[in-house]
């Protein structure tokens, strides 16, 4: 159990690692840096979601032979059918823009700003307490080794992501800490979300392989609708495409490695 709740922290580490930026940066973060971090970010999520969710939902109902498949496409399409429901729902704003999405509200910026951040990091935290709650099941094959893999991998990638939330806020007026603070807290979710999955592994055996495309659906989701998009738009974007190979390349080969 030591071990999973370590598993569980690791992300909302490097989530407070990027957002201490705010502490040795000047009040706006480089564009060329936010495009690369953008990139690298996306890699990262794309190869976490098919080396450590997709493949191992497959590989679970190989027995099925062609029904092999069903599960994890399934799983994959609720996912992204999840995201896009909490998207239209949840009132929230992106950095870099003026206008909210989601129901009207009248939430603060900082407030609507956080909650677009809580968007981008459930499908993250869900996606660790699945692989954990997977390595718990013998017959799943998954190890925990495989789990921490992807505890780091997306830990990796929130060290960025934490910048990318605390350097707009410090911007904004908000105290060096008070940034750091609310950048930090953007990744609480991910340790409750995945506890909350851990706690529930029992419950979720029969499904895990729909639960392990299920967060590799809502990951693409945020992936495609958020990261890609804002890495792409204006000027440097090649170093955006890079940072994405980096990326993909690293959690790839720590998944190998590791798992």
Known sequence: METIVIGLLIPLLGTMLGSACVFFMQDKMPERLQKALLGFASGVMVAASVWSLLIPAMEMEETKGAWTVFPAAIGFLLGIGFLLLIDELTPHLHIGTDKPEGLRS???????????????????????????AGAQNADSGLSVAGALTVSIGIAIQNIPEGAIISMPMRAAGNSRWRAFWIGSLSGAVEPIGGLAVVLLASLLTPVLPYMLAFAAGAMFYVVVEELIPEASAGKHTNLSTIGFAIGFVLMMVLDVVMG
């Open 106 to 132: 009248r939430l603060s910026r900082t407030a609507m700003l956080a909650l677009a951040v809580t968007i981008h990091n459930l499908p993250e935290g869900m996606a660790v307490g699945i692989v954990f």
